[in-house]
C-alpha cells in the first residue's frame, strides 16, 4: 500500500534534497540560499537546470542520473508527487539533485540573477483560458530572465498541441533563437544521439499519452535578456481530447 499524503509530507520535512516554501511562507520568510545554491547546497561551481512543474520528479531524477556534474532542481508545489522523485533521489545517493516545493508564480525570489543555465517544462497544463498562467507565456518569460543566463536555453515537451503552437507562436513574435522544433518527436529523425537519449526519459503521464496514440511534441529555444517580448495575438485551435485532470471547460474552438 502506498504511503498517503501526511506520511509523504512528514518525510520531507526531514528530507536534506528538500525545501518547502509556498506562497504564504516565502510572504514573510526571506530565501537566504537565494544565489547561493551551489556553495551552500551542492558545494560545487557546476552549471544549474531547473525542471518547472516537475511533477514526480521523473525528468529531475533521470536528468541527474545522466549528469552527474550536472546540478538538477525540480520544482512543483505539488509535495505528495514530489515525494516520489525526492525519496529516489536519496536512496540512490543522487548529490545534484534538490526539490523546492513553491508556486513557480514567484520562481524568481528563489534565485539570482545569472544563477540558472537551462529550464525544462516537462508536460505543462497548457492553461487554454487563462495565458498569464501558461508557463510559455511572455509573463514566465520575464521571469525567468531575471535569473536564467542570457540567451538560457529553455526546453518544452508536451502532448498538448495548444500549447506547443502557442508557444511556437511566442517564440517566432519576438525573434526568440529557435533550436528545435518537432510536433512529432519519436518519430523525428533530425535529432542527435545525446538529445535523443536525454528526451528518452519518460514520465507517468507520458507514457500514458504514448499509449492513447498522441505524437509528444518539442522544442527548445534560447532566451535573451534583451528585448520587450510580446503576447501572440493569433487564435489557436484548442485541444479536443481531455489529459489528466485536463478539461477545455468551455464551448471554444479557440483561444489567444
Not at 525542471?51 to 545522466?66: F, S
Not at 514566465?140 to 536564467?148: G, S, V
Request: glycine share 6%; charged share 30%; hydrophobic share 35%.
Amino acid at each position: 500500500m502506498s504511503k498517503g499524503k501526511l506520511a509523504k509530507f512528514a518525510d520531507m520535512e526531514k528530507y536534506e534534497n528538500v525545501f518547502q516554501y509556498p506562497y504564504p511562507v516565502v510572504e514573510h520568510v526571506p530565501f537566504d540560499m537565494q544565489g547561493h545554491w551551489r556553495d551552500d547546497y551542492f558545494h560545487n561551481d557546476n552549471p544549474i537546470v531547473l525542471e518547472l512543474g516537475c511533477g514526480k520528479g521523473e525528468y529531475t531524477v533521470g536528468l541527474a542520473r545522466m549528469f552527474p556534474d550536472i546540478n538538477f532542481i525540480g520544482v512543483d508545489i505539488k509535495g505528495a508527487r514530489m515525494w516520489t522523485g525526492a525519496t529516489q533521489a536519496l536512496n540512490e545517493g543522487l548529490h545534484n539533485v534538490a526539490f523546492l516545493r513553491t508556486n513557480i508564480e514567484i520562481i524568481e525570489r528563489f534565485f539570482s540573477p545569472g544563477e540558472v543555465q537551462e529550464i525544462w517544462l516537462t508536460f505543462s497544463d497548457p492553461q487554454m483560458k487563462n495565458p498569464r498562467k501558461r508557463l510559455t507565456s511572455t509573463f514566465f518569460m520575464e521571469r525567468y530572465r531575471k535569473f536564467l543566463v542570457d540567451g538560457g536555453t529553455v526546453h518544452l515537451k508536451t502532448d498538448s498541441n495548444f500549447l506547443f503552437t502557442y508557444t511556437r507562436l511566442m517564440v517566432e513574435k519576438n525573434g526568440l533563437p529557435m533550436l528545435l522544433c518537432t510536433d512529432d518527436l519519436y518519430h523525428y529523425d533530425n535529432v542527435d544521439e545525446s538529445t535523443r537519449q536525454i528526451l528518452s526519459i519518460h514520465t507517468y503521464y507520458e507514457n500514458m499519452w504514448i499509449e492513447r496514440g498522441l505524437n509528444i511534441k518539442y522544442m527548445k529555444f534560447r532566451l535573451p535578456h534583451d528585448g520587450i517580448l510580446e503576447e501572440t495575438n493569433e487564435e489557436i485551435p484548442l485541444d479536443d481530447y481531455r489529459s489528466y485532470r485536463r478539461d477545455k471547460r468551455s464551448s471554444l474552438d479557440k483561444a489567444k
